[in-house]
């Protein structure tokens, strides 16, 4: 093979995979996931950055929110930066500003995700009149 033609199959190349790690971040950090364990889920839309949370859309577009569905209040996704296709570092605060946190997502090889609590408050979600404190580590699945 010449090197011309060595040449253009390097780019070819190239220009695949650099094409399929664009595809995967702007698809792997967008929708909804959910864990049943705690019946809580993440909806985000991290390169976008358009989600608007329910009943509190004065805040704008945000690239999302994590909730519960038994409890109204949502922890709020301030900042997302993606790291690498498969990783994003979060900036959290709840809907009032008083607490926040830092967090990374990481999609896992399996397609689920793994959600790990950084530094700064805990998260929290109301249970039968109680404050529940999740875990700092939890993973998380696509809904079908």
Do not use: C
Not at 74 to 87: D, S
Not at 97 to 118: C, I
Request: net charge positive.
């Amino acid at each position: 093979m010449d090197m011309k033609r060595l040449t253009i199959l390097f780019a070819t190349l190239f220009f695949a995979v650099t094409v399929q790690a664009q595809h995967a971040d702007s698809t792997a950090f967008t929708g909804r996931i959910y864990n049943s364990e705690y019946k809580v889920y993440i909806v985000m839309d991290f390169v976008k950055q358009r989600v608007l949370v329910p009943d509190q859309e004065l805040f704008g577009p945000l690239p999302g929110y994590f909730g519960s569905s038994d409890d109204s209040r949502k922890w709020i996704f301030t900042n997302v930066k993606l790291t690498a296709p498969t990783l994003a570092n979060l900036k959290i605060t709840n809907d009032y500003g008083s607490e926040d946190l830092t967090a990374t997502l990481q999609l896992n090889r399996d397609g689920s995700y793994t959600f790990k609590q950084g530094e700064g408050s805990t998260l929290k979600i109301a249970r039968n009149r109680k404050w529940v404190k999740i875990p700092t580590e939890l993973v998380f699945t696509r809904n079908k």
